[in-house]
T-cell receptor
Framework: NAGVMQNPRHLVRRRGQEARLRCSPM?????VYWYRQLPEEGLKFMVY????????ESGMPKERFSAEFPKEGPSILRIQQVVRGDSAAYFC?????????????FGPGTRLTVT | AQSVTQLGSHVSVSEGALVLLRCNYS??????LFWYVQYPNQGLQLLLK??????LVKGINGFEAEFKKSETSFHLTKPSAHMSDAAEYFC????????????FGTGTRLQVTL
């Protein structure tokens, strides 16, 4: 059973460009979470999605950031007009849609560098 | 709002020595508690979790943690450190009883010396 897949693993963007990060959850998982890890800091929650629904976006910056998890295909985290402060590691996690299944399984992350 | 405090951003132990990584949480109700480990340039791997039941939980790689409600703590221990334990360790909490976001501490980097 493949784990959580994220791509690309490394992404370099110039200021003002768009960054698109993809996350494929583990098989059978329909809950996806995105977290951001700034250098020398812990992970900060960004958004929680289920298929075609945003459940909790309390950690998402109000501007330039958006996320989706379509019925088919991976979850996408989109950052428009990137700035240097967006440079970070972005992690996706997934969990089962079952009561009592509270573990989140993390992908390897996408390391975004804005130049 | 929930919060997690990890005392000691860096901990150094000798190989074979006891590992103790501290975690205290703040929550209006007892949350679910987790310890994750992160190796360089990798994602997070779940070490162990506490949801309900026995307050002493055992995880992978010989680690265990004890939930102490009165102290709002969930410290991670391992009796004998191994070189391969060198990594960053994160304590996290989530709302009990429902799938929800994790709130992480700032992490503790464990160094193991010969």
């Amino acid at each position: 059973n493949a784990g959580v897949m994220q791509n690309p693993r490394h992404l370099v963007r110039r200021r003002g460009q768009e960054a698109r990060l993809r996350c494929s959850p583990m098989k059978g998982h329909s809950h996806v979470y995105w977290y951001r890890q700034l250098p020398e800091e812990g992970l900060k929650f960004m958004v929680y999605l289920q298929k075609e629904n945003i459940i909790d976006e309390s950690g998402m910056p109000k501007e330039r950031f958006s996320a989706e998890f379509p019925k088919e295909g991976p979850s996408i985290l989109r950052i428009q007009q990137v700035v240097r402060g967006d440079s970070a590691a972005y992690f996706c996690a997934s969990s089962l849609p079952l009561a009592g299944a509270y573990e989140q399984y993390f992908g390897p992350g996408t390391r975004l560098t804005v130049t | 709002a929930q919060s997690v405090t990890q005392l000691g951003s860096h901990v150094s132990v000798s190989e074979g020595a006891l590992v103790l990584l501290r975690c205290n949480y703040s929550s209006s109700v007892p949350p679910y508690l987790f310890w994750y480990v992160q190796y360089p340039n990798q994602g997070l791997q779940l070490l162990l979790k506490y949801t309900t039941g026995a307050t002493l939980v055992k995880g992978i790689n010989g680690f265990e943690a004890e939930f102490k409600k009165s102290e709002t703590s969930f410290h991670l221990t391992k009796p004998s450190a191994h070189m391969s334990d060198a990594a960053e360790y994160f304590c996290a909490v989530s709302d009990a009883g429902t799938a929800s976001k994790l709130t992480f501490g700032t992490g503790t980097r464990l160094q193991v010396t010969l």
